[in-house]
């Protein structure tokens, strides 16, 4: 393990002071408990972090490790002083063009008309269950008069599905309406 002030270790690979006081407050740089630079892990991290689609024309980025090398993973500390997992510059990568790939299927299926936005439904369904509850709650005082009159049972359940089948059409069409326009509404 080979210990070097940032000065030092600047100088042996040919880096400014300032780039190494760059990759410092980056959190790139493996320090000891007395801010001297770790060169070995220091290099294997940055290899870990670093752009590889970036040329190493000016020596400020590391090789890549040996292949056969097993990566260690080296402590990130985070301000609060608890170390953290090291950042690999490849899988975070890989999220995020798959997180910009399902964004795009998203907006595609969208546009598309496959989805619709939740608080638009939620809101149609709402005011649908109110209506429907609505509907069938005022039945009995329109029902009362006309079915005291009756006194055939079988008259009485005819008139009761009767009135209650037309409730529920009414209720359908009506939120069928207002489903439709709320979906326009959001177009």
């Known amino acids: 393990m080979t210990i070097l002030s940032r000065t030092e270790y600047a100088n042996t690979k040919g880096w400014s002071r300032q780039y190494v006081?760059?990759?410092?407050?980056q959190g790139r740089l493996v320090l000891t408990l007395d801010g001297k630079v770790d060169v070995e892990a220091t290099d294997q991290y940055l290899a870990m972090t670093s752009d590889p689609s970036r040329t190493n024309t000016l020596g400020k980025v590391p090789m890549v490790l040996n292949p056969q090398e097993r990566e260690p993973e080296f402590p990130h500390v985070s301000p609060a002083g608890l170390p953290t997992a090291a950042p690999d510059y490849q899988k975070a990568r890989t999220r995020l063009a798959i997180a910009q790939a399902e964004?795009?299927?998203t907006e595609v299926r969208h546009t598309n008309g496959e989805l619709v936005e939740r608080l638009v439904v939620d809101e149609a369904a709402f005011s649908s269950g109110r209506m429907v509850r609505d509907l069938l709650l005022a039945l009995p005082a329109k029902l009362a008069p006309e079915l005291s009159a009756m006194g055939d049972p079988w008259d009485v359940e005819k008139h009761l599905m009767h009135e209650l089948r037309s409730a529920l059409e009414d209720a359908e069409r009506i939120a069928t309406e207002d489903?439709?326009?709320?979906?326009?509404?959001?177009?």
């Open 103 to 105: 964004k795009a299927e």
């Open 179 to 187: 489903f439709n326009h709320a979906l326009t509404m959001m177009s």
């Open 21 to 25: 006081g760059k990759l410092a407050q």
